[in-house]
Nanobody, 112 residues
């Protein structure tokens, strides 16, 4: 049983930064890709960023240049550094394991 626990969400002003963390357990973490998704109110859950076991990354166009995904295999952690946040980044952010396991989500609200 894989468990994923997100943390680090909150309320931030436009232009601000947040760092999300996802702690994984119950899996051989290093061999799988990990991803962050987000789901704004009333919208679909969309891929934000993905990091593969070799460290290669993919970013959705709407976060390129602002967000950075990283991982620490020894700690079984994946991170999402979010800079230059915009109101449209407001969403519940979810951590996802390659095996289709999901975390419970963490709320990010960007508002003045």
């Amino acid at each position: 049983q894989v468990q994923l626990v997100e943390s680090g969400g909150g309320l931030v002003q436009p232009g601000g930064s947040l760092r999300l963390s996802c702690a994984a357990s119950g899996t051989i973490f290093s061999i799988y890709y990990m991803a962050w998704y987000r789901q704004p109110p009333g919208n679909t859950r969309d891929l934000v960023a993905r990091i593969h076991s070799d460290g290669s990354t993919y970013y959705a166009d709407f976060v390129k240049g602002r967000f950075t995904i990283s991982r620490d295999n020894a700690k079984k952690m994946v991170y999402l550094q979010m800079n230059s946040l915009k109101p449209e980044d407001t969403a519940v952010y979810y951590c996802r394991h390659e095996g289709a396991w999901w975390g419970q989500g963490t709320q990010v609200t960007v508002s003045s």
